[in-house]
Protein backbone atom coordinates (compact mmCIF):
# COMPACT_ATOMS: atom_id res chain seq x y z
CA UNK A 1 0.00 0.00 0.00
CA UNK A 2 1.25 3.52 -0.57
CA UNK A 3 0.01 6.29 1.16
CA UNK A 4 0.10 10.05 -0.44
CA UNK A 5 -1.33 12.96 1.93
CA UNK A 6 -1.92 16.61 1.76
CA UNK A 7 -1.19 18.71 4.41
CA UNK A 8 -4.17 20.71 5.85
CA UNK A 9 -2.72 24.06 6.92
CA UNK A 10 -3.79 28.05 6.44
CA UNK A 11 -4.63 27.66 2.76
CA UNK A 12 -6.80 23.97 3.54
CA UNK A 13 -8.81 23.59 6.32
CA UNK A 14 -9.02 19.46 5.45
CA UNK A 15 -5.85 16.84 4.22
CA UNK A 16 -6.84 14.78 1.57
CA UNK A 17 -5.22 10.98 1.70
CA UNK A 18 -4.66 9.00 -1.51
CA UNK A 19 -3.95 5.44 -1.51
CA UNK A 20 -2.70 3.10 -3.82
CA UNK A 21 -3.00 -0.85 -3.24
CA UNK A 22 -0.78 -3.85 -4.44
CA UNK A 23 1.42 -1.04 -5.98
CA UNK A 24 4.41 -2.97 -8.66
CA UNK A 25 5.92 0.45 -9.44
CA UNK A 26 6.56 3.80 -8.93
CA UNK A 27 8.21 6.74 -10.70
CA UNK A 28 7.21 10.14 -8.68
CA UNK A 29 8.38 13.51 -7.45
CA UNK A 30 7.86 13.71 -3.37
CA UNK A 31 5.99 16.74 -3.27
CA UNK A 32 3.36 18.14 -5.16
CA UNK A 33 2.25 22.17 -5.56
CA UNK A 34 -1.23 20.39 -6.98
CA UNK A 35 -2.05 17.05 -8.32
CA UNK A 36 -4.48 15.29 -10.93
CA UNK A 37 -4.47 11.49 -11.16
CA UNK A 38 -5.60 9.64 -14.45
CA UNK A 39 -5.45 6.17 -15.71
CA UNK A 40 -3.16 5.25 -18.48
CA UNK A 41 -4.57 3.28 -21.44
CA UNK A 42 -3.26 1.84 -24.33
CA UNK A 43 0.22 2.55 -26.06
CA UNK A 44 0.57 5.18 -23.00
CA UNK A 45 0.05 2.32 -20.65
CA UNK A 46 2.33 -0.42 -22.52
CA UNK A 47 5.09 2.27 -22.89
CA UNK A 48 4.90 2.78 -18.77
CA UNK A 49 5.17 -0.83 -18.34
CA UNK A 50 7.63 -1.90 -20.11
CA UNK A 51 10.13 0.68 -18.68
CA UNK A 52 9.31 -0.61 -15.32
CA UNK A 53 9.71 -3.84 -17.06
CA UNK A 54 6.08 -5.38 -16.05
CA UNK A 55 3.84 -7.15 -18.02
CA UNK A 56 0.51 -6.25 -18.81
CA UNK A 57 -1.91 -8.06 -16.10
CA UNK A 58 -5.63 -7.11 -15.98
CA UNK A 59 -5.17 -7.09 -12.32
CA UNK A 60 -2.97 -3.32 -12.04
CA UNK A 61 -3.02 -0.56 -13.99
CA UNK A 62 -0.90 2.35 -14.99
CA UNK A 63 -1.55 5.99 -13.19
CA UNK A 64 -0.44 8.70 -14.37
CA UNK A 65 0.44 11.99 -11.43
CA UNK A 66 0.26 15.37 -12.79
CA UNK A 67 1.07 18.58 -11.09
CA UNK A 68 1.60 21.88 -12.59
CA UNK A 69 5.29 22.37 -13.80
CA UNK A 70 6.48 18.85 -13.10
CA UNK A 71 7.30 15.85 -15.36
CA UNK A 72 4.59 13.66 -15.30
CA UNK A 73 4.74 10.46 -12.18
CA UNK A 74 3.67 6.89 -12.27
CA UNK A 75 2.41 4.27 -10.36
CA UNK A 76 1.64 0.72 -11.35
CA UNK A 77 -0.99 -0.70 -8.92
CA UNK A 78 -4.07 -2.50 -8.59
CA UNK A 79 -6.53 0.45 -7.33
CA UNK A 80 -6.40 3.94 -6.13
CA UNK A 81 -8.46 5.60 -3.65
CA UNK A 82 -8.78 9.13 -1.72
CA UNK A 83 -10.37 10.17 1.73
CA UNK A 84 -10.60 13.96 2.85
CA UNK A 85 -11.36 14.41 6.20
CA UNK A 86 -9.94 17.41 9.21
CA UNK A 87 -7.20 15.45 10.88
CA UNK A 88 -4.06 16.54 11.76
CA UNK A 89 -0.99 15.78 9.25
CA UNK A 90 0.16 12.99 12.02
CA UNK A 91 -3.38 11.39 12.87
CA UNK A 92 -3.89 7.74 11.21
CA UNK A 93 -5.15 7.32 8.17
CA UNK A 94 -8.81 6.37 7.33
CA UNK A 95 -7.25 3.43 5.25
CA UNK A 96 -4.62 1.95 8.14
CA UNK A 97 -5.16 -1.90 8.05
CA UNK A 98 -4.11 -3.99 10.61
CA UNK A 99 -1.08 -5.67 10.04
CA UNK A 100 -1.30 -9.10 8.52
CA UNK A 101 1.23 -11.90 9.20
CA UNK A 102 1.08 -15.15 7.40
CA UNK A 103 2.83 -18.46 8.36
Known amino acids: ?9 DQFSTRVDI ?3 NVQAT ?9 EIKRC ?3 KEAEVLNNFGLQAEQDVSVFV ?3 TGMPDGYI ?3 DVGWHEDTKEF ?3 SHFDLPIMIYS
Not at 1 to 7: F, I, K
Open 27 to 35: CMRTDFPDL
Open 19 to 21: VFV
Open 41 to 43: TGA
Open 65 to 67: LKA
Open 1 to 9: MLLLRSPKG
Open 90 to 92: SDK
Open 76 to 78: VAA
